[in-house]
């Protein structure tokens, strides 16, 4: 069975830093892309991050290209994404997702979501 579990977020002034973790269960970052995304309220689902299997590439939004960073630790079955210079533009929900390949995982939206996936730990930015 397949579980991804989130933690790390909160809340944090403008311009600091978090570092989120997902926790992953049943199944390997050799062979499945992981990626994460945000939701805020009223908005929709967007995927902010992902990265391939074997890390082979990464996939980052504009919006948070050059602040945010995605990374995995197969030994620790862990995902991260280390997210600076934090705006209240990033204030969400961040949920991190699991499939096999980015350009499924990506294709998720607010209405649907492809892979497995985590609950969620909020993140807000105080301006």
């Known amino acids: 069975e397949v579980q991804l579990v989130e933690s790390g977020g909160g809340l944090v002034q403008a311009g600091g830093s978090l570092r989120l973790s997902c926790a992953a269960d049943?199944?390997?970052?050799?062979?499945?892309?992981i990626g994460w995304f945000r939701q805020a309220p009223g908005k929709e689902r967007e995927g902010v991050s992902c990265?391939?299997?074997?890390?082979?590439?990464?996939y980052y939004s504009d919006s948070v290209k050059g602040r945010f960073t995605i990374s995995t630790d197969g030994a620790k079955s862990t995902a991260y994404l280390q997210m600076n210079r934090l705006r209240p533009e990033d204030t969400a929900i961040y949920y991190c997702?699991?499939?096999?390949?980015?350009?499924?995982?990506?294709?998720?939206?607010?209405?649907?979501?492809?892979?497995?996936w985590g609950q969620g730990t909020q993140v807000t930015v105080s301006s």
């Open positions: 990265m391939s299997s074997a890390g082979v590439t990464t």
């Open positions: 997702a699991a499939d096999l390949t980015c350009d499924t995982l990506l294709m998720s939206s607010s209405t649907i979501r492809f892979g497995f």
């Open positions: 049943g199944f390997s970052f050799d062979d499945h892309a």
